[in-house]
DNA sequence: ATATTATATGGTAATTTTGCCAAATTGTCA
DNA sequence: TGACAATTTGGCAAAATTACCATATAATAT
């Protein structure tokens, strides 16, 4: 592959690399409903502190969400509002690879 | 984070971590344009058959695409058009990204 | 100043992913 | 049938990711 179309599809696959990671979406998920910092995130997610530091910085360097410091605390939102369209996306293809494998199964019911 | 949580976000990964791949990005792209066999891929790609074919069956797997296998050719084609959406959601965040961070240069270039 | 709270960073072992080679499989054609 | 072409699978070493602990940093309160 060039060496240009490559670098443009390392780019892509930064963003997508960045929400590869249940924790990391179930932290985008939440921040759609709205900011929310970080000791709230670990309480619900339950990993060490430093795991869940980590993986929202991750999740900033990919542009996907910002931080805000206030007090000793740090609230971070969502910065990219596709992050959740993503969500989506993937949410539509399970849904049809239900639908497909039913249909495949149905139609095994009725060569019976 | 509770069971049925944790399984709800792992569907989801499941296909993220399919598209998280620069090689797999670019399949997914190139399928979008139409029916490409593996041959085709592998030359485009320039791996081994092996690699590109292991990748096929990641993609295959997520439920992103379909395979057809006509005389000692496999032709691949997109299952879900929602794959080539998280490209496109990815490329709409890149470009947000490069906007806001010419900003804060211009930002910083006018406190001068 | 010092203790405390909230978060980030460095180091590291365990796990997962990747990509190549070799070998197996499947279909075609002589 | 046997040779060949296209693709997949198994095995394995290298690379990347993950999650914890310990430590560092930053802000607040005493």
Do not use: P, W
């Not at 502190?49 to 999740?59: N, P």
């Not at 805000?68 to 910065?79: M, P, T």
Request: charged content about 30%; overall charge positive.
């Amino acid at each position: 592959m060039n060496i240009n179309l490559k670098s443009k599809y390392d780019a892509r696959v930064k963003i997508i690399k960045a929400m590869a990671h249940s924790t990391r979406l179930f932290i985008v998920d939440e921040l759609s409903k709205g900011e929310r910092c970080v000791c709230e995130l670990q309480e619900m997610i339950g990993d060490d502190f430093s795991t869940v530091s980590k993986h929202l910085t991750i999740l900033k360097n990919a542009g996907l969400v910002l931080s805000n410091k206030r007090g000793n605390q740090v609230f971070y939102k969502i910065d990219a509002t596709c992050a959740c369209k993503i969500i989506c996306c993937a949410d539509n293809i399970i849904k049809n690879k239900l639908k497909s494998e039913t249909k495949i199964a149905g139609l095994k019911t009725s060569i019976r």
